[in-house]
């Protein structure tokens, strides 16, 4: 199979510094990210935001960006982009998840929590006052 002696050559030429083989990976190997993507995409909820052509250019950026990974060949390079494409969706779905449990709720620093207004302060003593009675009454729920 050239495409695959091919693949694995650029892979090695990349591994020794060749930018240019990067280049000219790019072209063989963009199909088969894109079905690896959209495997993936089909997988995820109708509904979901992140498009098919998104997971392939982080993915892509990814890949162009990784330092210590020595390529072996054209499974190796597909098999460490199927994992960084499913590490992308995860922290995709975790990034969402986090939105809907309050990740859009306005934070306040301590020294801005400390300025309340006097009715707080009512509030926050009579507060106190009701649970220092419910200890009398039942040290647990206090």
């Known amino acids: ?24 990976l790019l072209p063989l190997v963009e199909k088969e990210l894109h079905r690896l ?15 098919t052509t998104a997971l392939i250019n982080e993915t892509y ?19 460490i982009a199927a994992q960084i494409m499913r590490r992308i969706l995860l922290n995709y ?3 969402q ?5 309050g990740g859009k709720a306005i934070h306040v620093s301590l020294s801005q929590v400390l300025i309340m207004p006097a009715e ?8 106190n006052d009701a649970l220092n009675r419910l200890d009398a009454v039942d040290e647990r729920k206090a």
């Open 1 to 24: 199979m050239p495409a695959d002696i091919d693949i694995t050559a650029l892979l090695v030429d990349w591994n020794n510094g060749d930018k240019s083989a990067m280049e000219r």
């Open 97 to 101: 998840n986090r939105q809907k449990r």
């Open 37 to 51: 993507a959209h495997a993936y995409m089909r997988r995820e909820d109708p509904n979901h935001t992140l498009q």
């Open 120 to 127: 707080k302060d009512r509030e926050i003593i009579a507060l």
């Open 61 to 79: 950026m990814r890949l162009v960006d990784q330092r210590k990974v020595q390529w072996q060949n054209r499974a190796h390079f597909f098999g």
């Open 93 to 95: 779905a975790r990034d």
